[in-house]
């Protein structure tokens, strides 16, 4: 068993990304109540701020680090039997992930529990 | 290239607290954006197909279960899952939807996660689905 302590881990070269061997970690992920007049993160990682609307159901997701470009894979989580997509059928940009949330009727609608995880690779 | 091969990696200051380059000048904390649960079950079944750190399932109701963790997070407020359902019936409804079953304000204990599914357009009756695949991410306590 051997254990390295460090508080601070950076490729050989002193600035390119690390390489974990068989593990990816998430570069976002965020929480909160889109029902909320002005929606804020319960808790977030590499979250600065939502932006609400234009329509219901319409939010976005800003990045605190951009990503290398607007192709990075989201997932989304909501109650009461909601459906979520993205409005444009794709993210806004590399630095803002806006999500669409639909009821049960189809009906776009926010959710009072948002949960979104972003992963792929940062610019 | 360089490798280290160590097993167990701590932070030297905070012991759950290390820094990473994740970009080309960007850092980002290792331990924020490594998942902490996920689980692949059968909720017909319930049985659990896959899973790190979920150690049992309990059904609540049809298409109602809660997947309950060995590590629990620090609190209801640091959890963040998503996660997608699939079903394989006789009627070929494969359409899922899966969202959160609340208990009270939340469907999070520092322990559980409750997910509820059902059909896409089945508005008032929840289903067991065949593969249903939650994530979380969040702070362990």
């Given at each position: 068993?051997?254990e ?16 974990l ?17 002005t ?5 977030s ?5 939502i932006?609400?609307?234009?329509s ?13 470009n607007?192709n990075?894979p989201?997932s ?7 459906q979520f ?30 949960q ?8 | 290239?360089?490798?280290?091969k160590?097993?167990t990696?701590t ?16 850092t980002?904390?290792?331990?924020q ?11 017909q ?7 790190l ?35 394989d ?6 359409v899922a939807?899966i ?8 469907p999070f ?27 979380g991410?969040?702070g362990?306590?």
């Amino acid at each position: 068993m051997s254990e390295l302590r460090a508080d601070t881990i950076t490729a050989s070269d002193g600035t390119s990304p690390v390489t974990l061997t068989k593990q990816s970690a998430a570069k976002g992920w965020c929480t909160f109540d889109g029902t909320a007049g002005t929606p804020t993160f319960n808790d977030s990682f590499n979250g600065s701020s939502i932006t609400d609307g234009p329509s219901s159901g319409d939010q976005a997701m800003n990045l605190t680090n951009a990503m290398t470009n607007a192709n990075y894979p989201a997932s989304f989580l909501g109650n009461a039997r909601s459906q979520f997509g993205t409005p444009a059928g794709s993210h806004t940009s590399s630095s803002v992930c806006t999500i669409r949330s639909t009821n049960i009727s189809d009906a776009n609608t926010d959710n009072s529990f948002v949960q979104i995880v972003i992963h792929g690779d940062l610019a | 290239m360089s490798e280290i091969k160590v097993d167990t990696l701590t932070g030297k200051t905070t012991a759950n607290d290390i820094t990473v380059t994740v970009g080309a000048t960007a850092t980002q904390s290792l331990e924020q954006g490594l998942m902490k649960v996920w689980c692949a079950y059968d909720s017909q079944a319930q049985v659990i197909d896959g899973s790190l750190n979920a150690s049992s399932l309990t059904d609540n109701a049809q298409g109602d279960t809660t997947i309950t963790h060995t590590s629990t997070f620090s609190a209801v407020s640091e959890v963040c899952f998503t996660g997608i359902s699939s079903d394989d019936n006789s009627s070929n409804k494969h359409v899922a939807q899966i969202s959160f079953a609340r208990i009270g304000s939340t469907p999070f204990t520092t322990t559980t996660v409750r997910v509820s599914t059902n059909f896409d357009g089945q508005q008032t009756v929840l289903e067991d689905m065949d593969f249903i695949h939650i994530h979380g991410l969040g702070g362990l306590a």
